[in-house]
């Protein structure tokens, strides 16, 4: 097992995580979280010997091999299957011993290599690392091709193949799932799942975590605790002590108040000193519990669009696709206000590309694209964050897209989206990923859509930003339609699928774990696409998603309020510490009391209007 005692980990002399100890037994499934910069990918590099403990101690059974995903990938020659090989370092020693004993004419050393060969599994290696590229979306012909003909994002997919081509003991994924489709996500949490080691895996993908880990390592305040359960059980029993620790803290202070006023009316009083200097005593002593922090960075809307034209968009008899190649064929589709619309389909079947056509980034092949009048999209693509200037800052760039606005109010806007002080007027380039995002929906949403056409929009966002995401998307007003790996986001937003295969786009009748068994299909794609993606007798069904069924409406509605109920429940929480605080009650803050006094009524009222509606909901749904 991997025992920590006492161990405080640290870079660049700043402390990320002080005095951890505890036990990771063989063949644990963790899920490692906490918020970016907490220490996360730090512990990962203790653990793979890149780092050395400022104190304490850290141990790991000497034997093991561990292995992780490489950051970078050279431009390489060599084959994405040979690349994805040479991640099983004994399979390639093996080999290589092979070739100079067959070199020598050595018959001992080359049978006994044969069968370390065969013990090792060398014989179905090569069935193996395709099954593994064949899994994170690569194609069979694209096997051979080398490894610097692949983009950037295929290239971190090689790297990820060849990590779990290793046969090993400990394995450390960092964000395992950011370049990925969700075919590919959910491909590769059931191989996580059969997986015989010791995982610890950086997620930002609540289900992902749900379907694979069993313990949860929450990194938090130079702490690191360990929790048993999935991701969901981690999220309530971190809520539950936060709940007991604000009661103590709120209990602590009224003590610590009613200390301070006996001090302070007798201090002078000879026949009271020494109870006063008791009390100070008692004062000092005193371990103060911190209060509760749960606020998240985040806090933003959607704007209200100004209008809204019925239809929005419609494409008929369209094609889509790139140059004179023809991805998508026989395209019907009508967006009317107010739709929400997922789309699924194996990796490479052209969601991208139909996003593109909508988008009006790519033009139709064949056929019409038809826009209503006032039609106002908002498109996000994983290359709008290479349009940033990476010399400017999110101010500058807040400034460029409305001139006539207040800079105070682009302040508090960016704010939304943790761009505080310094961070909104120093230059996007070293931003991180994350950072970039969050900027680019922050452009987006600035510019009021009424159709947001969101190609992958949860890539870099660590879960706060994808909670916020969330609830701001639950209640929006426009159109959307979304592509995602991120099942969670799908499941709140969307109210009906359609599914991009075989060339064509369909309604899909069915929710999320229908399409996970329709992916399951792989031998029979025709038949699987005729039935999970029927068409209705209607002639105008082509063009409009087949709505979904009242259960799977209200469990989307009831997702939605348990959010919004979270949300105001935190909310909640943070202004009640505040005032507990017995500074806010004196002369000089009572405007500021009285705005907390206000806003308690609002949220009180706001959280009993999502209760009912929520039990509303509940009723409904029994029924």
Known sequence: MILLRNLTLARAGRPLIENASFGLHAGWKVGVTGANGCGKSSLFALL?????????????????????????????????????????????????ALREAEARHDGEAIAHLHMDYGHIGGYGARARAAALLSGLGFRDEEFDQPVARFSGGWRARLNLARALMCRSDLLLLDEPTNHLDLDAVIWLEKWLCDYRGTL??????????DAVVGHVLHIEERRARLYTGNYSAFERARAEALALQQAQHARQQREIAHLKSYIDRFRAKASKARQAQSRIKALERMERISAAHVDTPFAFRFLEPAGSPDPLLALEDAAAGYGEKVVLADLALTLRPGERLGLLGRNGAGKSTLIRLLAGESPALAGIRREG????????????????????????????????????????????????????????????????????LALLIWQKPNLLLLDEPTNHLDLEMRHALTLALS????????????????????????????????????????????????HQ??????????????????????????????????????????????????????????????PAARAELQACQRQQARLASDLAEAEAAWLAAQEELEG
């Open 48 to 96: 793979g010997g890149e780092l050395q403990p400022e104190a304490g101690e850290l141990e790991l059974p000497p034997n093991w091999v561990v292995a992780h995903v490489a950051q970078e990938t050279p431009a390489l020659a060599t084959g994405a299957l040979d690349f994805t090989l040479d991640g099983d370092a004994e399979l390639r020693r093996i080999e290589a």
């Open 200 to 209: 610890l895996v950086i997620s930002h993908d609540r289900d992902f975590l």
């Open 373 to 440: 009048k006032g039609l106002k999209i908002g498109y996000f693509a994983q290359h709008q964050l290479e349009q940033l200037r990476c010399d400017e800052s999110p101010l500058w760039h807040m400034a460029k897209l409305d001139p006539q606005a207040r800079e105070q109010d682009l302040r508090n806007y960016l704010g939304g989206f943790a761009f505080h002080g310094e961070s909104a007027t120093r230059p996007v380039g070293p931003f991180s990923g994350g950072e970039k995002s969050r900027l680019a």
């Open 525 to 586: 794609p025709q038949k699987a696409a005729e039935k999970a993606a029927s068409r209705s007798a209607a002639p105008d069904a082509a063009r409009k998603p087949a709505p979904r069924k009242p259960s799977q409406r209200l469990t989307r509605e009831i997702e939605r309020l348990e959010a919004r109920m979270a949300q105001l429940a935190t909310e909640k929480q943070g202004l009640e510490a505040r005032l507990a605080d017995t500074a806010l009650y004196l």
């Open 475 to 522: 209640e929006y007003e426009g159109a959307v339609v979304l592509v995602s790996h991120d099942r969670h986001l799908l499941r709140t937003v969307c109210d009906a699928f359609m599914l991009v295969a075989e060339g064509r786009l369909r309604p899909f009748d069915g929710d999320l774990d229908d399409y996970r068994k329709w992916l399951e299909q792989p």
